[in-house]
């Protein structure tokens, strides 16, 4: 039960993570969605125009599957109300299934080759830029696992390609960087954040003793005038 709940508390850690990187209401998974919907059935066409590309994995199914998920994600304002506080949650698994799954899975039915590594290098970089670094690597780690399980159910006979493990190292790069840039990024804002404080306290403080001696004069011109009732009482003072 406890290790449940740990499991628990980290999804729900790791989701907030998800969720607070896209707080700004930004509409780039719509614009990601738009273009996979897009771009998934096109390189599966122009693959088969090529007779160079014929032998490859036959994932029609795969990308009709890929291409609406990100045509729904990209729906995003056509959502039913009731759906929309889910759109986060199905984001995540669309981002899992087209970038870390499919890429990766098709990699390895394709035994490697140059395009499908750049394929998941690809895929690995997009995930960077939908996704926090700590769910960047959980994407890609999921990825990676539950391709090679799906790839070891279909294959009777499966052969890991040589190039699997310069998918993962490119893909280790990638995470490496986002996370160095993010990190880069956060000090920068950081740093900014202290300077502007301290520029605005200085600002305060050189405001302070001008207005301090204003206020000393306005008194001091204050207790110098007569009272109103020293001129006749509640009457109102009139011109001479």
């Known amino acids: 039960m406890d290790t449940q709940n740990d499991f628990r508390k980290i999804f729900r850690i790791l989701y907030e993570h998800y969720c607070s990187y896209h707080d700004m209401d930004r509409p780039l998974l719509e614009w990601v969605g738009f273009i996979g919907a897009i771009v998934f059935p096109f390189f599966y066409m122009l ?7 014929a032998h490859l994995y036959d994932d029609l199914a795969l990308r009709i599957v890929a291409s609406l998920l990100c045509l729904i994600l990209g729906l995003r304002k056509w959502w039913p109300n009731f759906l929309k506080p889910y759109y986060f949650a199905y984001s995540y698994f669309t981002i899992f299934y087209c970038l870390a799954f499919f890429l990766t899975f098709t990699m390895l039915q394709n035994q490697g080759g140059s395009a499908s590594v750049v394929n998941t290098v690809m895929g ?6 939908l996704a926090d670094w700590r769910n960047t690597i959980v994407l890609l780690l999921s990825g990676y696992l539950f391709s090679l399980i799906a790839f070891f159910i279909v294959e009777p006979n499966p052969e890991l390609p040589s190039e699997l493990v310069i998918s993962i190292a490119g893909s280790l790069l990638v995470i490496l960087a986002g996370t160095l840039s993010h990190f880069a990024g956060k000090r920068i804002e950081k ?10 306290g200085s600002i305060a403080h050189e405001m ?3 207005l301090g001696q204003i206020k000393y004069s306005l008194d001091s011109i204050e207790h110098t005038l007569p009272s109103p009732r020293s001129r006749g009482g509640d ?6």
């Open 191 to 200: 740093e900014k954040s202290s300077a502007l404080t301290t520029l605005a």
């Open 47 to 53: 693959r088969h125009t090529s007779s160079a590309l």
């Open 208 to 210: 302070r003793n001008p």
């Open 124 to 129: 690995a970089i997009l995930i960077t830029l």
């Open 235 to 240: 009457q109102p003072l009139s011109a001479p």
